[in-house]
C-alpha cells in the first residue's frame, strides 16, 4: 500500500513538474509583441501573396494581392479582380507615391504619406504598429498561432474599429487579418498564402513605367473601357440628404452624368466614361489614396475622384466631411431610375 500511494505521488509531482515547466515555456503577450517589433526592425524585405475578400453586401469583391517591400520606403502592392478583369498597383519609391491603373495606361503621383498615415492591412509594419498602439490589445496563444484583437487606425472610416490578426508562431509572419464593423461583423479579410522575409529586388521593382509595362500584360483586353455604362446611385447617404437633379450632357467622348443632392447637406456626382491615355504620363494630385474597397481613389479636402469598370467618377461639396465622401463612395451599388 505504501508502495501505490509513493508511486502515486511521485507520478503526481511529475506531472505538476510538466505542467510548470509548460507554463515556463508559454511566451507572454509582451513576450510576443517585443519578438514582433524585434522581427520588424531586423527583416530588410519582404514578399507576400494573399486573398483579400471585402463584403459589399450581397456581391462580396475577392481580389488577388501581391505585396513586395524593401526598406526603408519601397512598396509595391498589386490588387488583382480576377471577375473583373483588372488591376491596380500602388507604388512607392524615390520619386513618390503612385497609383496606376494599367487598362486605361493612367498613372497617379500623389503628394502623400502612405502608407504611414493609417492602418494598411496588408502590411506586416502596419500590423505590428497597430498592436504596439492598443494598450488593451487582447492576446491568445494557440498551438501554431499567436492571435491578436486590437484597434484599428483608418482615417477616414470610424465604421470599422477592430481588428483580428494571427500570426505564425515559427517565424512571426501574419497568416491572416479579420477587419469588423461596430457589431463586430467581419468586413475585410485577408488571408496570405505565402509570406517571405529577406527577399532579393532587382532596381527596377518599385519603378513606375516598369509596373505599368508589366501589369498591362496581364490586363485581359475585355477590361477596355465600353462605349456605354450603367449609371450608379449611392445607396448610403448622410441623413437628410437627397438626389433632387439628374442630367446627361452629351460631351465629345460621350455621354456625362450630373446628379446634384441636397437637403441638410449638399454634393455634386458626375459620373462619365473613362478614356485610355494615349501616353502614360504621371498626373500629380494634392490628395491622399483612400481604399474604397472595390477601387483605390484620390481624396482631398472637397472631392473624391475614382475610376471603376470603365468609368470615372467624381464627388464634389463643401459640406461633406472625408469621412462621408468615402462612405457614399463605397455604396455606389445602386442602379439610376432613369
Known amino acids: ?64 494581392v501581391e505585396i513586395w517591400h524593401k526598406k526603408p520606403s519601397l512598396y509595391r502592392v498589386y490588387l488583382e479582380n480576377p471577375k473583373k478583369d483588372q488591376n491596380q498597383v500602388i507604388l512607392r519609391n524615390e520619386n513618390g507615391v503612385f497609383v496606376l491603373t494599367p487598362s486605361l495606361n493612367k498613372s497617379f503621383r500623389f503628394q502623400s504619406d502612405w502608407p ?117 446611385t449611392p445607396l448610403e447617404l448622410p441623413l437628410g440628404v437627397k438626389l433632387l437633379e439628374e442630367k446627361d450632357i452629351s460631351t465629345e467622348d460621350g455621354k456625362r452624368v450630373i446628379m446634384t443632392y441636397g437637403g441638410e447637406k449638399s454634393f455634386t456626382l458626375i459620373q462619365e466614361k473613362a478614356q485610355v491615355a494615349k501616353a502614360s504620363s504621371s498626373v500629380t494630385l494634392n490628395a491622399e489614396p483612400v481604399n474604397l474597397g472595390y477601387t483605390i481613389g484620390a481624396l482631398s479636402d472637397a472631392s473624391l475622384t475614382w475610376t471603376y469598370e470603365g468609368v470615372d467618377y467624381l464627388l464634389s461639396s463643401k459640406d461633406l466631411s472625408q469621412e462621408e465622401m468615402v462612405t457614399v463612395a463605397k455604396s455606389m451599388k445602386g442602379q439610376s431610375s432613369k
Open 116 to 232: 504611414n498615415n493609417s492602418s494598411q492591412v496588408y502590411l506586416f509594419e502596419s500590423l505590428v504598429k497597430d498592436i504596439q498602439n492598443d494598450s488593451d490589445a487582447v492576446f491568445t496563444s494557440k498551438e501554431s498561432e499567436y492571435v491578436f484583437e486590437t484597434k484599428t487606425n483608418y482615417q477616414h472610416n470610424k465604421m470599422l474599429p477592430t481588428q483580428e490578426i494571427t500570426f505564425n508562431k515559427k517565424d512571426m509572419s501574419p497568416l491572416s487579418v479579420k477587419v469588423m464593423d461596430t457589431d463586430r461583423k467581419v468586413m475585410v479579410k485577408v488571408e496570405f498564402s505565402s509570406f517571405q522575409f529577406n527577399k532579393q529586388f532587382d532596381k527596377e521593382s518599385f519603378d513606375e513605367k516598369k509596373n505599368m509595362t508589366l501589369s498591362q500584360m496581364d490586363v485581359a483586353t475585355s477590361a477596355k473601357p465600353s462605349d456605354s455604362f450603367a449609371v450608379k
Open 1 to 64: 500500500m505504501k508502495k501505490v500511494r509513493k508511486s502515486f505521488v511521485l507520478l503526481l509531482t511529475g506531472l505538476l513538474a510538466v505542467l510548470i515547466l509548460s507554463a515556463c515555456g508559454q511566451k507572454s503577450q509582451e513576450d510576443v509583441v517585443t519578438g514582433l517589433d524585434e522581427k520588424a526592425k531586423e527583416y530588410t524585405s519582404y514578399k507576400a501573396k494573399a486573398k483579400m475578400t471585402i463584403e459589399t453586401g450581397s456581391d462580396p469583391q475577392v481580389y488577388n
